[in-house]
């Protein structure tokens, strides 16, 4: 071997020819030459040590780095290593000889790439822990090349003496992708090893490349660079989307997705109760796939009893207002009507007697989604936040931003009412508007004379983020007879529009 063995602490000079493999490593002995790498043979048990030069700002020679092989590969220092500000590497590759310079966090990393890439610039810090500062002092040479590609090693999480989780290559591969403009850095997170030198040791030179050319640009969180987008265009998500039970409401709105908020507004007693119920039955009787599992349906109506809900879903069913003590209905009619829409696992109602904390109905959301809820209905937030102490507005901003972000989390549908207050605008706050989805308003002239027009609501969009579609979308009326609500045909939204009825029949 070309240099003897010296007390740890004494600078030994680079060797001039002579070089070996650094075999432990497969690092061939070309590579080892290029970056002046050493291995010196050491008494007892742990072989041979490698010995990396390091170098101050004006090209000298200052200091060696000691890899001490064996358990651990413990390190050491030869000469002065605070005099050592060149990056591990820097001295072979002047500022900007190629578009793309390569940082890895440790010396052999550094060899296995350049062996790996063909004589492309490589560096390496000294350490994640030194890292940032190593780069800081180095800025304006990395900054020289076009393209910097940070790997850093793959650690598995560790804990903090507080007991926060971090890693300690990738946080340190962030922390200095910072540093420089959007989109010139690109942080190589490896997919199946550690670090470099553990694909090369493995022969894995191939699939190292591979991720290496793959490696995407690093944004600040929140960016993305556009020209990296074109797998998801290529790639459009498949929304799991099911009809809404109205035509006119179906084609502007193309669909009730998953991952949505959809938000009803009205006034008190406009309604929409009786529209949530044929939502709910609905979403019920979509049919499904031979073998496909019929989405849960989870139900909190925070202004009514159990019972209530219960009969309401059943009303639907039945084409009858069971609620009603003069609707005729038999024991086993009721018995029947509860067995097709409430006697089985897929629907869940709240039983929130004397609790409407925010915190619990975000618990009870994600415990109906555990129990195999998709859809979920919620009447209405305007009584949640009345419940609470302080600013309502907050609150009403508060908790459909939490909401917003479980559909997004949990892959679920909510559907929540809420109240106009007395000018017509949702109470309290514009929050609601511009996280939904989607934003139905009800509207229904509850004082007009004629029993017809009375009783038919009109279901006008105000938000659409998926198609943009907004308007008028549907008109229901009520039957009183059935309790069920039926979409007017063109002939009678035309009739309605203009102010006139259908006549005394209707009277």
């Known amino acids: 071997m070309p240099v003897a063995t010296r007390p740890v602490g004494t600078l030994r000079p680079i060797p001039q020819g002579g070089y070996s493999d650094l075999s432990d490593r497969n690092i061939d002995k070309r590579t080892a030459a290029r970056y002046g ?188 660079m556009a020209k990296d987008l074109w797998e998801e265009i290529a790639n459009p998500p498949e929304y799991e989307t099911i009809p809404y039970p109205w035509e006119g409401l179906q084609a502007k709105t193309y669909g009730l997705r998953l991952s949505e908020l959809v938000v009803l507004t009205a006034e008190t ?99 109906m989604n555990v129990m195999g809820c998709k859809y979920i209905i919620i009447d209405h937030l305007s009584i949640i936040v009345s419940d609470q102490k302080g600013d309502e507005r907050k609150q009403l901003d508060e908790i459909t931003t939490k909401l917003k972000t479980k559909c997004m989390e949990l892959n679920i549908a909510i559907i929540a009412v809420v109240h106009l207050s007395r000018n017509g605008m949702i109470r309290g706050t514009a929050a609601i508007e511009q996280l939904a989805n989607l934003v139905l308003r009800l509207e229904r002239d509850q004082t007009d004379v004629d029993n017809w027009r009375r009783n038919v609501t009109k279901i006008a969009i105000t938000k659409n983020r998926f198609s943009g579609q907004t308007g008028p979308a549907c008109w229901l009326h009520y039957e009183l007879e059935t309790g069920r609500l039926s979409e007017l045909e063109p002939v009678d939204v035309t009739t309605y529009e203009a102010g006139q009825t259908k006549g005394e029949e209707w009277d």
């Not at 190593?134 to 040479?141: G, H, K």
């Not at 910097?148 to 926060?164: A, C, H």
């Not at 990738?170 to 997170?189: I, M, N, W």
């Not at 073998?291 to 059943?314: C, F, I």
């Open 269 to 367: 007693g406009i309604g929409k109760t009786s529209i949530l119920k044929e939502f709910e039955h609905h979403i019920l009787n979509i049919e499904r796939s031979e073998g496909e599992e019929k989405p849960g349906l989870g139900l909190m109506h925070l202004e009514e009893t159990n019972r209530d809900t219960a009969l309401g879903l059943m009303s639907i069913e039945a084409s009858k207002p069971l609620h009603l003590p003069d609707t005729e209905c038999s024991p086993e009619e009721m018995r029947e009507y509860f067995d097709t829409t409430l006697n089985n696992d897929q629907v869940i109602v709240w039983d929130h007697f004397g609790s409407n904390d925010i915190e619990e109905v975000l618990a009870k959301v994600e415990h």
């Open 37 to 224: 790498v050493t291995a010196c043979p050491e008494s007892g048990p742990n072989g041979d040590n490698h010995l990396y030069p390091y170098f101050d700002g004006d090209g000298n020679h200052v200091a060696n780095k000691v890899r001490k092989r064996g358990a651990g590969s413990r390190f050491a220092w030869e000469g002065n290593p605070r005099n050592a500000t060149q990056l591990f590497g820097q001295n072979l590759f002047p500022k900007g000889i190629a578009r793309t310079i390569t940082i890895t966090e440790g010396e052999c990393d550094a060899l296995a790439v350049y062996q790996m890439m063909g004589d492309f610039p490589v560096v390496s810090v000294k350490s994640a822990g030194s890292a940032l500062k190593d780069v800081r002092d180095n800025f304006e040479y990395l900054n020289s090349f076009e393209n910097i590609v940070i790997n850093f090693d793959k650690d598995e999480v560790k804990l903090t003496p507080d007991g926060k989780q971090f890693y300690p290559g990738q946080d340190a591969a962030e922390s200095v992708a910072k540093l420089f403009r959007p989109g010139k850095c690109r942080v190589l997170t490896l997919a199946e090893h550690k670090d470099a030198n553990d694909y090369l040791s493995k022969k894995k030179m191939a699939a190292y490349k591979k991720e290496w050319w793959a490696a995407p640009a690093y944004t600040p969180a929140g960016l993305v």
